[in-house]
Antibody, heavy 118, light 107 residues
Framework: QVQLQESGPALVKPSQTLSLTCAVS??????????WNWIRQPAGKPLEWIGR???????NYNPSLKSRVTISLDTSKNQFSLTLNSVTAADTAVYYC??????????WGQGTLVTVSS | DIQMTQSPSSVSASVGDRVTITCRAS??????LAWYQQKPGKAPKLMVY???SLQSGVPSRFSGSGSGTDFTLTITSLQPEDFATYYC?????????FGQGTKVEIK
């Protein structure tokens, strides 16, 4: 059973870079057929898909964030990361890392709240 | 982007009731639809994928149906642990998009 755990700063200043890491346990991040997603949820609002990277090497991003987002794999540490540049208060949200093995996203981290404020 | 519209936005129901939630896509997505359950302060949990396939471990009182643009999630005989917010999500085209959620509340 794959388990995921997000980590990173809880507070980021406006215009700076948000960086989060998702540690994967119970399986290899290089496992064939897996895609690793980041999804966020502002307080009281619906879920927003940020992007994903697959073990095949392909990556896809939400166009609304694409110019500011990078998702990468670190196979040596069995983890993947999210980088979001030039953040504003609108980027304040709970950020979830997740794993997708089919058409549904079937494994989720517990989420981490990131607040953008000076 | 494909817009996902859920209805109702909230529903009040009693234990034992049958609840149906609908999700409409702004364009056809074939069967590329998933349903998630989210409880306060918790991560979403995959309940149904490919429109009608029940995720392992999900009780059989949950079922999904639909294809194209119109989908439903049905909970027969609502249980206390089913009170939560439910989201639909399309996986037909990028970016993946979610519905706005349907909150199932205790009557």
């Amino acid at each position: 059973q794959v388990q995921l755990q997000e980590s990173g700063p809880a507070l980021v200043k406006p215009s700076q870079t948000l960086s989060l890491t998702c540690a994967v346990s119970g399986g290899s991040i290089s496992s064939r057929g897996y895609c690793w997603n980041w999804i966020r949820q502002p307080a009281g609002k619906p879920l927003e898909w940020i992007g994903r990277i697959c073990t095949s090497g392909t990556s896809n991003y939400n166009p609304s964030l694409k110019s500011r987002v990078t998702i990468s794999l670190d196979t040596s540490k069995n983890q993947f990361s999210l980088t979001l540049n030039s953040v504003t208060a609108a980027d304040t949200a709970v950020y979830y890392c997740s794993a997708q093995t089919g058409s549904g996203i079937d494994h989720w981290g517990q989420g981490t709240l990131v607040t953008v404020s000076s | 982007d494909i817009q996902m519209t859920q209805s109702p936005s909230s529903v009040s129901a009693s234990v034992g009731d049958r609840v149906t939630i609908t999700c409409r896509a702004s364009q056809g997505i074939s069967g590329w639809l998933a349903w998630y359950q989210q409880k306060p302060g918790k991560a979403p949990k995959l309940m149904v994928y490919a429109a009608s396939s029940l995720q392992s471990g999900v009780p059989s009182r949950f079922s999904g149906s639909g294809s194209g643009t119109d989908f439903t999630l049905t909970i027969t005989s609502l249980q206390p642990e089913d009170f939560a917010t439910y989201y639909c999500q399309q996986a037909s085209r990028f970016p993946y998009t979610f519905g706005q959620g349907t909150k199932v509340e205790i009557k």
